[in-house]
Nanobody, 115 residues
């Protein structure tokens, strides 16, 4: 059974940091590109960051220089380090795995940036 379980969300003040984790099971993690997406209230889900199977990272312009994605193939886990958080980063953050024809989503973790 495929599972992607996000954790690490919460309430943080503007300028603060959070580290999200996505623990996976049920598929061969090292063969999948991993992404983070987010969805704010009333908005469409948007892509945030990508780490490929070879470790290449790519970021959406609105998080460049602030967020960092990484993967740990030994632990089947992907992380998203979020620094210098802004109120507009408030959203549910989702982990996504893609490999060949397969596409898997987690259920998300809430991040709220507010003073």
């Amino acid at each position: 059974q495929v599972q992607l379980v996000e954790s690490g969300g919460g309430l943080v003040q503007p300028g603060g940091s959070l580290r999200l984790s996505c623990e996976t099971s049920g598929f061969t993690f090292r063969n999948y590109d991993m992404r983070w997406y987010r969805q704010a209230p009333g908005k469409e889900r948007e892509w945030v960051a990508l780490v490929t199977i070879v470790g290449t990272t790519v970021y959406a312009d609105f998080v460049k220089g602030r967020f960092s994605i990484s993967r740990d193939n030994a632990k089947n886990t992907v992380h998203l380090q979020m620094n210098s958080l802004k109120p507009e980063d408030t959203a549910v953050y989702y982990c996504h795995a893609m490999g060949g024809p397969n596409s898997y989503w987690g259920r998300g973790t809430q991040v709220t940036v507010s003073s």
